[in-house]
């Protein structure tokens, strides 16, 4: 039951679905089937054989801090190493730094793929693939001479320093401070917390992006800036510490460090006191990949239910033996362990859908300054991270389920998928701020225009595929959520004027709402894309599989739309009722 | 941050709505405010002082074999000790045996607090009790004699052998023996895994209950009977030894043991052959006893989140600042965080009302021999089961939500309680079958005449108010809700004779559609007991949150049943359209 990287679907998605050699973006005529399974296949290989094993090996030794520095679990350094070899970790990164110069939806795909083996693992090359792309944006000539072919090679990692004991989402609160000195560095003194690959013992150097406030810079969130700080500076030790490697309910082979900066020599990366505006930059990749763990997560939790399901003799088929030589059937035979596995398979597929598609509005966005792009996948973004995560999370639990008594065991790999997945609804942005920026922010942005082209999208799915009888089971679903969703922005234009606690009492539900019609969004357009590659003698078994499992999803899932308008049309009064003091 | 047993809660139920000094059930009339209050202080003051400390300590140390012997955490013997010196362990047991003869609710609502402080270190009463209970109804007079009082105060513990490494819910699969020999004894073989207090070091001796096959009995379960195997008999060791301690999720404290019997000397208890009859016998209480756990640990959960939001300083209140003297407001002001918040309290509220009425029927049931109770409460069993370890769990992440990072972080208390709430999704029948329990079998029981009970008493819960506005937001909800209930019974009715998977593929649905009625009917009740109780001059503080937390659960939870019966009435087809090897 070893991880398998599902390449015919992904596959399935560049081509039939987002039909990349045909597309517009630049670099993406490259990138034929071949070339993608190539990839693809190469990097599904690394998970099987080098980051898979390793999973319940990190989560059972978990890292350590020892005299000051952060031992990552039995042979973690070596398959970093394999990966950092193969040009895994420098796919997407620009050619004159050492990368390969491919798409951002290609990384997307790879990235998958090691996430289902090894969650912990990659999170050290996914917070240098941060520090990379920060420095790429906002840092001068030197600064990406200097530090982007390290990062890009993964010689050096990087890290992203936000939160403090007291503050995490509130930055405004931010206690951390950069003093200038006369050579034009800083001198940074504060304590940052829940530091992912604050430090370990893989790279020869770890390159800290750090928020400080800045002389100068007023209040609240104004006054902060963004600053390198090194680790080493040549072969030198900069003022900067390991106060703790916290032990955590998940991803324990990922060292999540206090970080104490004491005097530490930095340097600023982009204007001064414009810090955040240089965070928010990276923010759309960041949450995009923490979506995407989301599933990843998942695909890898179901894969192992999903065999555990067949192999496992438990009762009997209600409708007679389907194994009438064996002492009993088959789990999978169940209806109840059927559904199960069918919500998880149908999530995943929606959900990889939705991710490659925000990575290829992101080339869009970056590769051709595509305004419209950038506005639509900041609306999804929301969506990709927060609604992935929480349903991640919970098909992970369903899988677990599947194993019975021996899915709490942790000799077996279903309790790691939990408590590793549990992780994403939290970082990057907890769920409940994605769902505050979604309705409180994003779908106003630009005088809402976004929202509306997304609902143009849909009705343009919906419409255009009434002759063909077979569609009709997605269209028609896929129309009456978009209907409450519409209905729900409805209620908040009417309602959160004048109380905008009636608006963010159905956040949560909205995120959840829009995320549905999202994955309907997606289903319909693979069953479209499947028909065709039916109708065009395509590979029988798979196509009628996806189309199956599609209308699983719309018969079973999209009715939660309708659940979470009336939630939402409730409004805040019965939310708000109750003071603070009597909870 | 410490847990609190919520007595006035608790109260509240007993007195206002079971109303339990006026009722017919022998021993009820005893109970009156004074006296249960007294117990519920005791018992929630060694929850908060002895037990609740302890908790965390379990979790971290959990429990080692050691030369064949299993050593619980620091300090489980001595609280353990203070449990049974306090006589909190017979409270329901039998005069005779050395117990104070209480009504099984009253246990129930002492249990509650225990399990809410220290859920891991409670098992080896609560399997204890289960031993007691059986031996009590199937015991000979001489095995009463012998075991109970050593049983009631826990000077010996007790376990339920059922499961073997092949074999969990399929016990027709079992393979352990049972031979019987000269004297009348038996030599009992076999594997048993996932014993909960299976060895430990705070008894004298433990008891296990072991289901084994012995000659005769024929196929599949008919063959099984109930053997008594103690570690100790005299001071000789039985052939009874420890294989190992599972490494789990969480419960660490409870010593989850592979068992291993070689020809260990065992006596029948009961009848021959009709071991699995007598199971049956403890199953309501042992599943009611899981479903408390389900919410008693959400409670727990739930005190720590609402603390955390009112304590930590994060953003401001979209309305104005709330506390404007400080850096910031604290999370409880945030509509979305006071969504969680009452998720998590109407939920626990309800689920404790649900638990506290199926432990007073199960008293009518046992106490005045009345069959209608017996046949209720087997209904309602798998939703009490079922549904609220379901959503206790659910809460419980929803709870460590609210602690943001930290709450992942295991030096606060947000992931024990989340690791601790899952396994009773699994254990004593995992939560696929009580869906199963109930929809191929207590639905139809007795002709249906339960369900149909139900139904009147839900009917006459709606119609009993309509003079009272203020009842108009419960009876409505809960009218609606019953309606889409009905209407999935007559789509079970109407579909399952011909293809039973078109029933069972909307189980676990029904499940959860059954227990949101039940808590709208708990509710409903509760809203017209506050009622009641605050125009006769009760505490309006308490009176009124109680009444807007449940026009919360109505408004917010209850429309989930439509969602339970879309996907009912989309039967079978989805579900199961693939073949077993397309997953």
């Known amino acids: 039951m070893t991880y398998r990287a599902p390449v015919q679907d992904m596959q399935f998605l560049l081509h039939q679905v987002l039909q990349i050699s045909t597309s517009d973006i630049p670099g993406y005529a490259d990138l034929d089937e071949g070339f993608t399974a190539a990839v693809l296949e190469e990097a599904g290989k690394i998970a099987t054989d080098v980051l898979a094993p390793l999973n319940a090996v990190g989560d059972a030794e978990g890292c350590t801090l020892e005299n000051g520095v952060v031992r990552t679990p039995k042979g973690f350094k070596a398959a970093f190493n394999a990966l950092r ?53 906002h840092g001068s000539a030197e600064q990406k001479a200097m530090y982007l072919p ?37 001198k940074v003194t504060g304590t940052k917390i829940f530091i992912s690959a604050g430090d370990h013992d893989m ?83 960041a949450r995009l990949g923490v979506g995407l763990q989301g599933y990843a997560v998942a695909e890898a939790a179901y894969q ?84 992935q995560t929480d349903m991640g999370f919970q098909m992970a639990v369903q899988a677990q389920q599947v194993w019975g008594g021996h899915g709490y065991i942790e000799d077996n790999p279903a309790s790691q998928f939990v408590r590793d997945a549990r992780i994403a609804m939290i970082y990057e942005g907890a769920n409940g701020v994605q769902a505050l920026d979604l309705v409180g922010r994003k779908l106003t942005q630009d005088g809402g225009k976004h929202v509306l082209a997304f609902f143009d999208m849909v009705k343009a799915e919906c419409t255009g595929h009434d002759a063909d009888p077979r569609m009709e089971p997605f269209t028609k679903a896929l129309k009456a959520a978009s209907k409450q969703m519409q209905a729900a922005g409805m209620f908040f234009m009417a309602n959160g004027m004048k109380n905008p606690n009636a608006a963010l009492a159905g956040s949560s539900d909205f995120l959840h709402l829009m995320g549905h019609v999202c994955m309907g969004l997606m289903w319909t357009r693979m069953a479209r894309a499947a028909l065709t590659a039916l109708d065009a003698g395509g590979d029988a078994g798979f196509l009628q599989a996806k189309l199956a499992t ?25 939310v708000m009722a109750l003071e603070p003091q009597a909870f």
Chains 1, 2 share one sequence.
């Open 85 to 137: 070899d193969g040009g895994w970790t420098a796919l997407d990164c620009a050619p004159e730094f050492g990368g390969q110069g491919l798409p951002y939806l290609i990384h997307s795909a790879v990235n998958e793929a090691l996430v289902s083996a090894n969650m912990a693992l990659n999170m050290y090359q996914g917070l240098t693939h941060g520090a990379y792309s920060a420095i790429a944006v």
């Open 150 to 186: 390290k990062l890009a090679s993964c010689e050096w990692t990087g890290t992203m320093n936000l939160t403090e004991p007291h503050c995490g989402t509130d930055l405004g609160l931010m206690r951390t401070r950069a003093e200038p000195q006369a050579d034009g560095s800083y």
């Open 203 to 285: 790279a020869d150097n770890i390159i800290h992006l750090v928020l400080a406030k800045a002389p100068g810079g007023g209040e609240g969130t104004k006054g902060i800036s963004l600053f390198i700080v090194p680790k080493l500076i040549g072969d030198a030790r900069n003022g900067v510490s390991v106060g703790k490697v916290e032990h955590k309910m998940g991803i324990h082979g990922s060292a999540t460090c206090v970080m104490n900066f004491d005097g530490a020599t930095g340097w600023l990366l982009g204007d001064l006191h414009k810090g955040m505006r240089a965070m928010f930059t990276m923010m759309n990749e």
């Open 304 to 387: 192992a239910a999903a065999g555990y399901a067949r192999d496992r003799l438990q009762g009997r088929a209600i409708t007679g033996a389907a194994n009438p030589q064996g002492p009993a059937d088959p789990l999978i035979v169940h209806p109840d362990i059927r559904r199960s596995l069918m919500d998880q398979r149908s999530f995943v597929e929606g959900a990889r859908a939705l991710t490659y598609w925000g990575a290829s509005l992101i080339d869009r966005a970056h590769r051709m300054g595509d305004a419209a792009s950038d506005g639509l996948v900041s609306l999804l973004i929301p969506v990709i991270k927060g609604f």
């Open 550 to 574: 599609g209308r699983y999803y719309m018969a079973r899932q999209l009715p939660a739309c309708g659940l979470h308008l009336a939630r939402i049309e409730t409004g805040a009064e019965t």
